[in-house]
Nanobody, 116 residues
Framework: EVRLVESGGGLVQAGGSLRLSCAAS????????IGWVRQAPGKEREGVAC????????YYGDSVKGRFTVSSDNAKNTVLLQMNSMKPDDTAVYYC?????????WGQGTQVTVSS
């Protein structure tokens, strides 16, 4: 069974920082992409950042470039999202997502709220 468990969400003031962590287990593929997708109330899901298992491909959504950093530790099966200079528009539920050509898994989500 594949499990993705997110942690690190919470409330932060604008300009502050948070770090999200996702612990993955049970995923049996060596080639995959893992990262973060967020969904704000009344809005569609938005890709935030992701990184390939080989670490040679990294993607950032336009709205977070220069502020967020994604990293992963294959040995620990974790992916981190360091969020700096946060804005109220970053308020959303953040989901961990791991996928490849054959499968796609989601975590349960963690709430991030940025106050102005």
């Amino acid at each position: 069974e594949v499990r993705l468990v997110e942690s690190g969400g919470g409330l932060v003031q604008a300009g502050g920082s948070l770090r999200l962590s996702c612990a993955a287990s049970g995923f049996k593929y060596d080639d995959y992409t893992i990262g973060w997708v967020r969904q704000a109330p009344g809005k569609e899901r938005e890709g935030v950042a992701c990184i390939s298992s080989s670490h040679d491909r990294i993607y950032y959504g336009d709205s977070v470039k220069g502020r967020f950093t994604v990293s992963s530790d294959n040995a620990k099966n974790t992916v981190l999202l360091q969020m700096n200079s946060m804005k109220p528009d970053d308020t959303a539920v953040y989901y961990c997502n791991v996928y490849n050509d054959y499968t796609n898994y989601w975590g349960q989500g963690t709430q991030v709220t940025v106050s102005s």
